[in-house]
C-alpha cells in the first residue's frame, strides 16, 4: 500500500542508524517534513514531543520497539522504512528507451536506494527527481554543451563510491548494448569496488516496437542483427549481412546511413528490400519514415538521431497491422453511423 500525505512543516522522527536512515532523511526532507532524527533506541536526547509520524528504518539494531510502542499508544502513526542500501558501491541500471513506463523494477529499486546518479541524456532522465533522492548528475552534457569524457564518468562513478555513496549509473536502453557498460564495470573492479548491473529494455528492440514494428514474425524473419553505425561498416560485413536474410537493426546510423544502403544494395540486397527510421521512440515528436532501400537515403534525409534503423520484410508486418487497424477503424465508424442512423 501507498499513501501520499501532504507533509508540509509536519515534524517526522526518523529512526535507524546514520548510514541506514540517510535515504529516508532525504525523502522525507524532499516531500518537505521537519525530519528529527534519533540513531539508537536508548538515545539519551529528549524525544520530540508528539511528532506527525515516526518512520522506522529497519536498521537491525535490537532495542527499537518499546519505543515504537509507546509512539503507537500515544496515537502516532509508525511507518516502516526499509534500511539504505550498503554504501561504496556502484549500480549499472540500464534505462530503457527514454520513458518511465519502461524501468525495470529493479531500476527503479536501486534508483530509489542511489546517494547519486550520473545519468546519461537518452535514460528517462526527466522524471528522476520524482524516483530518487540522489544527487543528480548530468554526465550526457556539461554546460557548455560539452560532452564528459568516458575516462572522466568511470572516474566521478569511483570517486564517488569510494567516498561511501552508493552510486547509480544510468544509462540509455540497456548498459551492455552500445552503453560501454563493460568498461564501466571494469573500471569500478579496478578500484576494488563492488558493482551489479541491472539490465534495461534495449533500443534496438523497443524502438521498432513503439512503430509497430516486430524485429521477428514467423515466416517473414527469424532472425535479427544488431549493428552500430557509429563508424561506416566494410563491405565485407556489408555482403554478409545482405547474405543473412533476416533483420537488420542499426543504432546510431543516421551518420552513416547513405554509406550503409549503397553497401547493401552493392552486397545485392534488392532496392524494393524495406526500410523504416525511427526517431525519438517513446518521445515527443517520435516519427517513423518509411521507405526502402533504394529510396531512403532521400526518404529520411531529414531524419536525426536518435533514430533506430530497421532494414527487412518484417517493416511490412507494421504496415499491414497499420492497415487492418484502420481498417477496423472504419468498420467501427461505419458501424457507428450505422447504429446512429
Ligand atoms: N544502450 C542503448 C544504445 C546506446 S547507443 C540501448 O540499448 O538502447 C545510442 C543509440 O541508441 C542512438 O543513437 C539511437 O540509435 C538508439 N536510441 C536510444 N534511445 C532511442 C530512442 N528513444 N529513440 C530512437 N533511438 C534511440
Redesign the pocket.
Known sequence: MQLSIDLTGREVLVTGTDTAARQAVRRYEAAGAVVRRLAGPHGTAPLPAKPFLVAAVDDGQPGWEPLLQQYRAAGVPVAAEPAAGAAGHVTLVGGG??TTELLTVAAVKALRDADVVFYDR?APCQDLPALTSAELVDVGKKPGHHKVGQSDIEKLMVDSALAGNNVVRL????PY???RGGEEVAACVAAGLKVQVVSGV???IS?PAAAGIPVTHRNVSHMFTVVSGHAPLTDKEHGHLAGLGGTIVV???IGTLHHLAAGLRRAGMRTDMPMAV??????PGQRTTIADLGTITSAAAGCS????LVIGEVVRVAEANRGHAEAAADLDRLAASLLGS
Do not use: C, I, Q
Not at 544509462?171 to 540497456?174: E, F, L
Not at 538521431?305 to 533506430?308: H, M
Open positions: 528507451p527514454g537518452l544509462k540509455g536502453g540497456d548494448v552500445f552503453g534495449t533500443s534496438a524502438v543504432l546510431m546510423g525511427v526517431e525519438r521512440g517513446y518521445r538521431n536518435p533514430a533506430v
